[in-house]
């Protein structure tokens, strides 16, 4: 392949998708956002590990998630189920409905004012 056009390819290809600040890859079992300010919905199979970082995101998981990791400030998350949460950073919000099988999910907090709860 002519090495200008595989770098034109690219180029078209790179522009074509613009800026992006959520990134997601649900195919892949993982789903990873960053950004600041975005608000999204993820649905998770069983197997998904999910890692959110940056400040001020507002996410909602549907499905069954492996695992939870927050990083950042003031990240507000909604998890329907999972068997792990890992909040690393200060203000972050978990709230889950239910844990994986009949166990609570395993939480680890690191950093203040985080909150990992379970929904009513």
């Given at each position: 392949?002519?090495?200008?056009?595989?770098?034109?390819?690219?180029?078209?290809?790179?522009?074509a998708f613009g800026p992006m600040t959520a990134v997601a890859q649900e195919g892949s079992g993982n789903i990873?956002?960053?950004?600041?300010?975005?608000?999204?919905?993820?649905?998770?199979?069983?197997?998904?590990?999910?890692?959110?970082?940056?400040?001020?995101?507002?996410?909602?998981?549907?499905?069954?998630?492996?695992?939870?990791?927050?990083?950042?400030?003031?990240?507000?998350?909604?998890?329907?189920?999972?068997g792990a949460i890992s909040v690393t950073g200060n203000s972050?919000?978990?709230?889950?409905?239910?844990?994986?099988?009949?166990?609570?999910?395993?939480?680890?907090?690191?950093?203040?004012?985080?909150?990992?709860?379970?929904?009513?």
């Amino acid at each position: 392949m002519n090495k200008k056009l595989g770098t034109a390819v690219f180029m078209m290809v790179a522009c074509a998708f613009g800026p992006m600040t959520a990134v997601a890859q649900e195919g892949s079992g993982n789903i990873d956002i960053t950004g600041n300010d975005e608000t999204a919905t993820h649905a998770c199979t069983p197997g998904s590990t999910v890692e959110i970082t940056g400040t001020d995101n507002t996410v909602t998981l549907t499905g069954e998630c492996k695992s939870v990791t927050v990083n950042g400030t003031d990240n507000k998350v909604k998890v329907e189920a999972t068997g792990a949460i890992s909040v690393t950073g200060n203000s972050n919000s978990v709230t889950w409905k239910r844990g994986l099988g009949k166990s609570k999910p395993k939480i680890s907090r690191t950093g203040t004012d985080n909150k990992v709860t379970q929904e009513k």
